[in-house]
């Protein structure tokens, strides 16, 4: 008797709805980083050329999958102006792009890297 594993739509679905991983954003040389931990996503700078101040700083923190909303999530973005969080609002296109709306901050677009590119 051969036994198969078939994932189910379901675990196929969270697979393609991950956004963990390394992120470039858009046109610049600054990557994040984003881990998930007991079903809370975080981001950390891991490059940022032009601010390497920022490497190793939380980018956004507590995010989690909206309900009933396929390809968004939300959680907090630091505010370096005040000791409480900002709101972080991430969303997914259809071409696989993630923007990131900070506030306060700003929007910025996102493509998924298979790892951080070497400087030089």
Excluded: C, H
């Excluded at 980083?33 to 981001?43: H, K, L």
């Excluded at 995010?63 to 972080?88: C, F, I, L, M």
């Amino acid at each position: 008797m051969v036994l198969l594993s078939v994932p189910s739509a379901y675990a196929v679905a969270q697979q393609t709805e991950s956004i963990e991983g390394y992120w470039k954003q858009q046109g610049e040389s600054f990557y994040i980083r984003i881990d998930s931990e007991d079903g809370r996503m975080n981001a950390e700078v891991v490059r940022n050329d032009w601010a390497p101040g920022l490497v190793g700083t939380t980018f956004f923190s507590n995010v989690v999958a909206v309900q009933g909303k396929k390809g968004r999530w939300t959680g907090e973005a630091p505010n370096p102006n005040s000791s409480r969080a900002g709101k972080a609002t991430l969303k997914m296109n259809r071409s696989g792009e993630l923007s990131v709306r900070l506030k306060p901050g700003g929007r910025s677009m996102w493509k998924r890297s298979e790892a951080v590119e070497k400087r030089f």
